[in-house]
């Protein structure tokens, strides 16, 4: 079956649209087991028109998650988001703590035909998170068989999707200057204005200016949210802010 | 600056990069992700592939102090893939004097994340810069499949070369990377190359 895959990653090289890619990404499930998948950024894509996703699930089913905006609050999703090696959906339970919304999600999905399922994180430093799943039909047995080959087939379908995205969603990176970094970096320890020119050298209104700047380039008013902008795309790094 | 150190060459002058890589690798693969691999003086992290074969690309500081690096081993000769993991590979693990293996890419943690990102993307465009030179049409490499998405993000074109296995430390896979004239442009178009003012200096080998 690596064979299967060797050829899969070979031909999504060639292709161009997200239309072909869900034909091929189709094809190989069926192969490896599986019935349905799903790639997808972890967003309320309704939202977010850059967002990644492509999948064959039952008509309906997909047009009532987005309804719900589930995109960011799906269990598999968040569960995706504490890992980075690929986990069958029978696990949840030990990765995250599922509410009653999230059970009644497991549930209506199992209504809609979907069976138990294997999702691979994709998580790309400085992008949204995403992940692409595989998941049975219903009543179809889950194998555990083919898993690894799964975890490839996922990782390289969602490099081609984010391939074909950044084609036509390119925009440029979000640069600071590293005066405006260093002031990002100690505002999100906490740090005040004032104890920032401290720790710098430099004055209460240069601070204030650098932050104004950065928070104009983010396109953000407030101070948490440059922070969380800042660690999201990695110009600041969560060991910066954590070290003692 | 990046320079490239071939032969295991120990020029006065590659001398402090490589005490600096050495001791910042014992940091990341021994301290921060727990390998379990050699130690020399409880301070540099050594083993049986750091001999005169291996080549380093390493980017460095002003003063000379490590900030990343890669081991580049033949695969002519004994190797990670070839001889600890070659059940990572359907097939033969790949080998040829136009093949080389990266090996312990580290990324100094004595550098904040945006130096650490810039740190990343010079030496990722080193090896591809340093492949294209030496005629080296396709690295090998073994990785935890963690970083798999991040190794595919940089654009480049890449192969699984078998399944995935679980050992003790994380689900473990093995891929080739093939280098050609178009990589360059690939990396660009991620934002990864980065080599324009300051292309890597390669040091001879000391007699």
Known sequence: MFDRVEAFVRDVRELQTEEALAGALADVSRDLGFRYFALTHHLDVRRSSAAIRIHNYPEGWAEWFDEQSLGATDPVHRASNVTSVGFAWSRLPDMIVLSADDRRILDLARCQGIGDGFTVPAHVPGEAHGSCSFACAADDPFSERHLSLLQLVGAFSFEAARRMRRARFAAPPIQLTDRQRECVMWAARGKSDWEIARILGISHETVIEHLRHARERYGVGKRTLLAIHALFDGTIGFLDVLRP | MTIVVEHGCASPSAERMLRSMFEDRKSVFVDLLKWDVPVIDGRFEIDQFDDRHATYLIVADGDGDHLGS????????????????????????????????????????????????????????????????????????????????????????????????????????????EIGSDTPALLAANGIWDIAGEPPVSIAQAA
């Open chain 2, 70 to 177: 890669a081991r580049l081993l033949p695969t002519t000769r004994g190797h990670i893939l070839g001889s600890l993991f070659p059940e990572l590979c359907a097939g033969q693990a790949p080998s040829g004097p136009d093949i080389f293996e990266i090996t312990r890419f580290c990324l100094s943690h004595r550098q904040p994340a945006a130096s650490r990102r810039r740190t990343r993307n010079r030496l990722v465009s080193a090896l591809a810069w340093h492949a294209l030179g030496r005629g080296i049409r396709a690295y090998t490499g073994v990785a935890q499949v963690g970083w798999l998405q991040q190794i595919l993000a940089f654009g480049w074109h890449c192969r699984p070369l078998g399944p995935p296995r679980r050992f003790e430390s994380g689900m473990i896979g093995a891929l080739a990377i």
